[in-house]
Nanobody, 119 residues
Framework: QVQLVESGGGLVQAGGSLRLSCTVS????????MGWYRQAPGNQRELVAT???????TYADSVKGRFTISRDNAKNTVYLQMNSLKPEDTARYYC?????????????WGQGTQVTVSS
């Protein structure tokens, strides 16, 4: 069974840093784009950052200059380095990946990891 396994969330004070990791578990043929999304209570899930297999990145305006997404293709792992965290960054963060087990690509989601930033 293919899964995305996230780790690295937690409680941090404003101005602090956290690093999230997400690893593909199970047998897959290929991974295309990977990314991080977040959802705060009462809000819709929103894009935080994405990265292609070749390393091209996109960021939400709200995190530009503070968050950095990266990936290790050999390990099928994506990271999100979050610096200068703000209380408004508090949310559940979800890993997303466009992957193929055989020949068909589809979206996979992790269970999410909670990030809480205290003021």
């Amino acid at each position: 069974q293919v899964q995305l396994v996230e780790s690295g969330g937690g409680l941090v004070q404003a101005g602090g840093s956290l690093r999230l990791s997400c690893t593909v578990s199970g047998r897959i043929r290929s991974v295309n784009a990977m990314g991080w999304y977040r959802q705060a209570p009462g809000n819709q899930r929103e894009l935080v950052a994405t990265i292609t297999r070749g390393g091209s990145t996109t960021y939400a305006d709200s995190v530009k200059g503070r968050f950095t997404i990266s990936r290790d293709n050999a390990k099928n792992t994506v990271y999100l380095q979050m610096n200068s965290l703000k209380p408004e960054d508090t949310a559940r963060y979800y890993c997303n990946a466009d992957m193929a087990i055989n020949t068909i690509y589809r979206d996979y989601w992790g269970q999410g990891t909670q990030v809480t930033v205290s003021s």
